[in-house]
């Protein structure tokens, strides 16, 4: 389990469960505990509102994990009890979608920059060909959809050197780092 360096503070318990607790394979679960309000405190009048509508659509879920858990324990990983969890992580999934989509709201916060979203596009795209090129391999799929999009000719840049992809990788970088700080300067003064 990777977090962010950020994210460290707010952690309270990491572990794991037991093999085949939760699923009959070689794998095993991971979970973390984290603290909500010790995560989104830099960002909590955005958040709250978030959090008290995922509150209110999953008010039920610790009854539903103790109803599991102790369906696995008296037993055992069976379909059944497979079946519940998947379903109750679809739940959690879905109140998740519903509490963002809830609480966002068009006429507030900021809309991002078609400067800022196009360079940073150049940037994933040349990274994407550099890739292709140095593992001998055509591009992924979605690479063919941004290059389209950017109205680049995909053939072209899949018969560059490594050395010219790389360098392109670096130009596109130094040109986003230039749109950011351009934005910043913006937002800043104004």
Same mark, same amino acid.
């Given at each position: ?8 503070q ?8 037991g093999l ?9 679960? &991971?979970?973390? /505990?984290?603290?909500e309000k010790?995560?989104f405190?830099? !960002?909590a +009048? %955005?958040c709250e509102?978030? &959090?008290?509508? /995922?509150?209110k ?6 009854n !539903?994990? +103790? %109803?599991?858990?102790?369906?696995f324990?008296?037993?055992?990983s ?7 969890y ?8 879905e ?5 963002a989509?809830?609480t ?14 196009e360079?940073?596009?150049k940037?994933?795209f ?7 090129i ?8 979605a ?7 950017l109205?680049?000719?995909i053939?072209?840049a ?7 992809a ?5 130009k ?16 800043k003064?104004?």
């Amino acid at each position: 389990m990777f977090f962010d360096e950020a994210l460290t503070q707010s952690i309270r318990r990491i572990g794991t469960l037991g093999l085949h607790e939760a699923i009959v394979s070689d794998h095993v679960m &991971l979970y973390a /505990d984290i603290d909500e309000k010790e995560l989104f405190q830099t !960002q909590a +009048d %955005k958040c709250e509102k978030f &959090l008290k509508e /995922d509150r209110k659509l999953t008010k039920d879920v610790p009854n !539903q994990v +103790d %109803k599991i858990i102790n369906n696995f324990r008296s037993n055992g990983s069976t379909y059944q009890a497979i079946e519940e969890y998947n379903n109750l992580d679809k739940t959690i999934y879905e109140a998740l979608i519903a509490a963002a989509k809830r609480t966002i709201h068009k006429k507030s916060g900021y809309k991002r920059s078609p400067d800022l979203g196009e360079a940073g596009l150049k940037v994933n795209f040349w990274k994407s060909i550099k890739s292709s090129i140095y593992r001998r391999s055509p591009p992924p799929p979605a690479t063919f959809k941004i290059a389209e999009k950017l109205q680049v000719n995909i053939n072209e840049a899949m018969s560059m050197s490594k050395n010219a992809a790389l360098k392109q990788v670096h130009k596109m970088v130094q040109e986003l780092r230039a749109v950011q700080r351009g934005h910043h300067n913006t937002t800043k003064n104004g």
